[in-house]
T-cell receptor, first 110, second 113 residues
Framework: GQQVMQIPQYQHVQEGEDFTTYCNSS?????IQWYKQRPGGHPVFLIQ?????EVKKQKRLTFQFGEAKKNSSLHITATQTTDVGTYFC??????????FGPGTRLSVLP | DGGITQSPKYLFRKEGQNVTLSCEQN?????MYWYRQDPGQGLRLIYY?????DFQKGDIAEGYSVSREKKESFPLTVTSAQKNPTAFYLC???WGAGSYEQYFGPGTRLTVT
């Protein structure tokens, strides 16, 4: 079945540094979603990407969908303490349920 | 105030007991989902329902059961057959079966001793 991997598992950065998490699927995806889960909280939807090579920005966050639609990345510029949490990608293949990656836990040191 | 509610937030049970976790949504969403989250792991799909009176097994359905008698409600029963029931359980809902964002409830942390 479809598998979704994410690297790194953990990332510790100093406030102001950049951060990137990578998501890789074992199969081609029709779309990919990103969620953020704050410590002790629940996942909250950030964005969905559907087109090959698509790049979307939300303030300091940049999301990219690979040309082959098998990988994606989330880049945060100049991290802040409010960015702390676990970032999950979730991939779907044409109407099938979304499969979540294991997440990347981000710690930001002030 | 629209959203998804899960109750209780924390639940403690003795081994061998069945326990039912509540999930209610007033978003008028058709599809509802139950996930399990273990420390350091992603979300694993237990059961899902695309429409009232219909539900399907997810990747880890063994030891769990669900019902969908009302659009707003999708309770999950963790049975005594579930070997490792201690986990964080998340309920989610979304519009239909298409590629829409999932809205998650606050979760229930179940501890079985």
């Amino acid at each position: 079945g479809q598998q979704v991997m994410q690297i790194p598992q953990y990332q510790h950065v100093q406030e102001g540094e950049d951060f990137t998490t990578y998501c890789n699927s074992s199969t081609t995806l029709s779309n990919i979603q990103w969620y953020k889960q704050r410590p002790g909280g629940h996942p909250v939807f950030l964005i969905q990407l559907v087109k090959s090579g698509e790049v979307k920005k939300q303030k300091r966050l940049t999301f990219q969908f690979g040309e082959a639609k098998k990988n994606s990345s989330l880049h945060i510029t100049a991290t802040q303490t409010t960015d702390v949490g676990t970032y999950f990608c979730a991939g779907s293949n044409y109407g099938q349920n979304f499969v979540f990656g294991p997440g990347t836990r981000l710690s930001v040191l002030p | 105030d629209g959203g998804i509610t899960q109750s209780p937030k924390y639940l403690f049970r003795k081994e061998g007991q069945n326990v039912t976790l509540s999930c209610e949504q007033n978003l008028n969403h058709d599809a509802m989902y139950w996930y399990r989250q273990d420390p350091g792991q992603g979300l694993r799909l237990i059961y899902y329902s695309q429409i009232v009176n219909d539900f399907q097994k997810g990747d880890i359905a063994e030891g769990y059961s669900v019902s969908r008698e009302k659009k707003e409600s999708f309770p999950l029963t963790v049975t005594s057959a579930q070997k490792n029931p201690t986990a964080f359980y998340l309920c989610a809902s979304k519009w239909g079966a298409g590629s829409y964002e999932q809205y998650f409830g606050p979760g229930t942390r179940l501890t079985v001793t």
